[in-house]
């Protein structure tokens, strides 16, 4: 049995923005950054890996999402991963983002 399911800590890079789909639903999309620390093993000193992450928040909650969600806040992120293909300059380009299904946003 697979499982897809991500649990995220880390902080919002830039304020949330929402838009509606040509369908009407309600989409909102921002950005957080995760620490990832891991220790080197030649100098056995912790290094910081910042994950990059490209969040949505889809319908009623989407509303909600776009007015809790400001850069610098801190947030808890459950939901799945998902993979796009999208195509920029003749390109084809690979992303994966997280569908939110509940968040918690803190401080201020």
């Not at 890996?49 to 776009?66: K, M, Q, S």
Request: net charge neutral; proline share 3%.
């Amino acid at each position: 049995m697979d499982i897809n399911r991500v649990m995220l800590s880390g902080n919002v890079l830039s304020d949330s923005v929402v838009s509606t789909t040509p369908t009407g639903l309600e989409v909102c999309d921002f950005h957080m950054a995760v620490n990832n620390p891991k220790r080197d093993p030649a100098t056995g000193k912790w290094e910081t890996n910042l994950v990059l992450i490209n969040c949505f928040v889809y319908g009623n909650a989407a509303a909600v999402a776009g007015k809790q969600i400001q850069k610098g806040r801190h947030i808890s992120v459950e939901g799945k991963l998902y993979n796009a293909w999208s195509e920029k300059d003749g390109r084809q380009q690979f992303h994966t983002h997280v569908d939110v299904e509940t968040f918690d946003v803190y401080g201020r």
